[in-house]
């Protein structure tokens, strides 16, 4: 099929984007139709068209609008989402992303005091619990000999519905013995610290770096492969000072703003 534009439907049940899709395109030796849509797109999320959060048609439905092609239509999208303004959930759409949430990184807060002050409902999902070799990392931290286990726990956060972090953890077992069945109970690493007799715990360390999200982060997370992501790697220490927990994390880029307190 070709990517020339064809006659264009009468606009149909989106009419925040009927305005940009009726639009005459440019001659596609000037530019590409395709690049002409991803920049519609963008300035329809950009002025707020399309608010954070929505849903957007489907993929048929708006290369019907655009009058192109899927394949066309499927290039700009896909921009889109490498860029992270979109977010496709696999089975249920494409969305636009909501507008970056502020987290607070501190040393004596939880994940969800710290996105809390935004607003939203914050859920959980364990993805693994399990016991296996330490990393190279987790080892050095706790003490460990080589191809020791750890206890590892990967866990998906949901904001309003919408993955927004994916958190993978790794705790000493001597410190935990009843790890699986505290969490089993209670649903809360923080409740296992206290089951464990550890009634407060502070963030000691928190590295932040950049990168591109991996096929299994992308699935995860609903992203694009190499999404550009934040990746967070955090150490929690019990009073005593000793390390109790190695965790490493991964934020879609555009899903928030991290921001360190002066008591973080």
């Known amino acids: 099929m070709s990517d020339a534009p064809t006659d264009h439907p009468a606009p149909a049940a989106h009419p925040e984007l009927s305005a940009l899709a009726l639009e005459p395109y ?5 530019r590409a139709i395709w690049l002409q849509i991803y920049h519609r797109l963008a300035e329809a999320i950009e002025r707020g068209c399309v608010a954070p959060g929505s849903k957007l048609p489907g993929e048929v439905q708006l290369a019907e609008l655009f009058a192109v092609n899927r394949i ?5 999208l896909a921009l889109h989402q490498s860029e992270g303004r979109l977010q496709a959930r696999k089975g249920v759409g494409i969305f636009v ?32 619990l399990d016991r296996a070799p330490a990393s190279a990392e987790a080892a050095r931290l706790f003490g460990l000999a080589p191809g020791a286990e750890v206890i590892r ?4 956060r949901l904001l309003d519905g919408a993955p927004i972090y994916l958190s993978r953890k790794e705790f000493p077992p001597a410190r935990f013995p009843r790890f699986e069945a505290d969490y089993a109970q209670s649903g809360s690493v923080v409740a296992v610290y206290r089951a464990a007799g550890i009634p407060h715990y502070r963030r000691a360390e928190t590295r932040v770096r950049g990168g591109l999200a991996s096929r299994e982060e992308a699935e995860i997370l609903g992203l694009t492969p190499k999404t550009p992501v934040q990746h967070v790697t955090a150490i929690n220490r019990a ?12 934020w879609p880029m555009a899903s928030v ?3 360190f307190s002066e008591d973080g």
Not at 105 to 126: C, E, H, K, Q, Y
Not at 239 to 249: C, V
């Open 153 to 156: 726990m990967h866990r998906l």
């Open 257 to 259: 703003e991290l921001v």
């Open 97 to 128: 992303r909501q507008k970056p949430r502020h987290f607070e990184v501190r040393s004596d807060m939880t994940f969800a005091d710290s996105l809390a002050a935004d607003g939203g409902v914050i859920s959980t999902r364990t993805l693994l």
């Open 26 to 30: 440019a001659p596609k030796a000037q």
């Open 72 to 76: 066309t239509m499927r290039r700009a």
């Open 239 to 250: 009073p005593d000072g000793a390390a109790i927990e190695l965790n490493r994390g991964c």
